[in-house]
């Protein structure tokens, strides 16, 4: 008996032994086997999808062989390894082990939407509409609804995201992504207003962000914001009104068709700063932590004036006289090359995001008694 028990233990380990090696030869043989992809493809891990029903998904497919075998090897070698949810590549030469170790570093494929400095909050919405991959959730529904939805009830959307390139991946959810940028906003702001000047004229943030927006939309020059919000700054301490056309246009709304006229300058709309003293009620556009900067930190000086001098920066003037001349000589007599804003440094994208509306070349932050109103370069109907 004792022997029989020997030969019959000598025989199932030899038979453990033999069905360990197959096993082993069959998970090594399912590791190192090649996807099944002929060119570059994208695998879409849903939310919630466990590492087995991807296996045999893949196999339905067709994209690779063994599925059982994998199965048993990630739960007992990869068991603690989350499956992060997003698209991960795959590419032709590619074996089962390369993907497993992109899924353990969990390389998803990220995708990128910038939000433009300038842009108004209607372009930002229409970014987010138009990219394929953001998962669209806030169709149909107001600004204020969109506003409640993130979690800030009763803020006015304008002017409260970041301008900035966000990476994503797929399935990420448009209320997800503007929550992002307006936490980012956020950061930026308090971070600028802690680092302020001390005799900046604003009450809280927000006016600071208001002001900025101003700053933003009047000049692209980074070196020459800290002036603009200079002049707007001593404008608002001799309760001078701000008269900068951008203001205007952001009233206007869509009515705006790339020209202002004299009429459009006397309309009373909230944002006019024509006819209403200080800052507007809201912000008018997204502003970057430049002009953020710019608007906490203004360049000391003298000046109450400025105009385009047509390559997109500015003529800044004392005086009203200097302004007049300044205006006489940039935009009545404007040059064939005349431009509001610099050249660009290099050729757009193939698919460039919409583009902010342009500031027509007038002579901002004029006063109302001056001999070249600001509108001098705009229709005289």
Request: no cysteine; aromatic share 10%; proline share 8%.
């Amino acid at each position: 008996m004792r022997r029989k028990f020997l030969v019959l233990l000598e025989t199932g380990l030899i038979l453990a032994g033999l069905m360990l090696g197959y096993s082993a030869w069959k998970v090594n043989s399912a590791l190192e086997q090649p996807l099944h992809v002929s060119q570059e493809r994208l695998l879409d891990v849903p939310t919630g999808t466990t590492p087995n029903r991807m296996f045999y998904r893949m196999e339905s497919d067709g994209v690779l062989e063994d599925a059982f075998w994998l199965r048993l090897y990630w739960r007992f070698n990869m068991a603690g390894v989350p499956l992060h949810t997003g698209e991960y590549r795959m590419t032709p030469g590619m074996s089962v082990r390369d993907l497993f170790e992109v899924w353990r570093r969990g390389d998803v494929v990220q995708y990128t939407l910038t939000l433009v400095e300038g842009w108004n909050f209607r372009q930002v919405r229409a970014a987010l509409a138009k990219h394929e991959k953001i998962k669209k959730t806030l169709d149909g529904l107001s600004d204020a609804e969109v506003m409640d939805k993130l979690g800030h009830p009763g803020v006015f959307p304008e002017g409260r995201f970041f301008p900035d390139t966000y990476r994503f991946v797929r399935g990420m959810t448009d209320v997800e992504f503007l929550q992002q940028a307006y936490a980012r906003l956020e950061e930026v702001l308090a971070k600028e207003w802690a680092e302020r000047s001390s005799d900046v004229p604003y009450r809280d943030p927000y006016q600071a962000l208001i002001m900025a927006s101003l700053v933003e939309k009047e000049t692209g020059v980074p070196q020459e914001r800290g002036q603009i919000a200079g002049v707007f700054v001593r404008r608002m301490r001799i309760g001078m009104l701000l008269q900068t056309d951008p203001t205007v246009i952001y009233g206007m709304g869509e009515r705006y068709n790339g020209k202002i006229t004299r009429a459009d300058l006397r309309e009373p709309t909230p944002y006019n700063t024509y006819t209403n003293a200080g800052l507007p009620p809201t912000p008018i556009a997204m502003v970057g932590r430049e002009a953020i900067h710019a608007a906490l930190n203004p360049t000391p000086g003298s000046s109450l004036y400025f105009v385009a001098r047509g390559d997109g920066s500015h003529v800044f003037s004392d005086d009203l006289d200097a302004h007049n001349s300044a205006v006489r000589e940039y935009q009545i007599k404007r040059r064939a090359d005349y431009r509001s804003s610099p050249a660009p440094i290099t050729e757009p994208e193939p698919e460039a995001q919409p583009q902010a509306p342009q500031t027509p070349d007038v002579s901002p932050a004029s006063a109302p008694e001056q001999a070249a109103p600001a509108s001098e370069a705009a229709s005289s109907q």
